[in-house]
C-alpha cells in the first residue's frame, strides 16, 4: 500500500493516522511518500507517525513501514520521533 502524504497534509493528521494503523492492522506493508512536500510540521509527524510507534513499536516501523521521497528536513524530524 502506497500512501501519498500530499493526500493527507491539509486534512487532520489523525485521518492520516487511521488510514495507517487500518494497514497495518490488516498485516499490509506500507510504503509513505513524501513525494511534493516541500515542508510538513513535526507535530503532523508527531500525531501520525509517533503515534503509530507508540501503539505498536518500533519494529513496526522498521518492518512494515518504508519511507520514500523524503528530504533531509523530515528525515531529521523522523529520526526525533523515533528516537524520542
Given at each position: 500500500m502506497i500512501i501519498e502524504i500530499k493526500d493527507f497534509i491539509n486534512k487532520d493528521p489523525d485521518i492520516l493516522y487511521k488510514e495507517i494503523k487500518s494497514?497495518?492492522?490488516?498485516?499490509?506493508?506500507?510504503?509513505?511518500?513524501f513525494k511534493f512536500i516541500p515542508n510538513i510540521t513535526?507535530?503532523?509527524?508527531?500525531?501520525?507517525?509517533?503515534k503509530i510507534i507508540k501503539e505498536y513499536n518500533f519494529?513496526?516501523?522498521k518492518n512494515k513501514i518504508n519511507f520514500?521521497?523524503?528530504?533531509?528536513?523530515?528525515?531529521?524530524?523522523?529520526?526525533?520521533?523515533?528516537?524520542?
Open positions: 494497514d497495518l492492522d490488516k498485516g499490509m506493508k506500507i510504503i509513505v511518500d513535526y507535530d503532523f509527524l508527531n500525531s501520525t507517525i509517533g519494529d513496526i516501523i520514500i521521497n523524503v528530504d533531509i528536513e523530515i528525515r531529521e524530524m523522523l529520526f526525533k520521533i523515533v528516537n524520542d
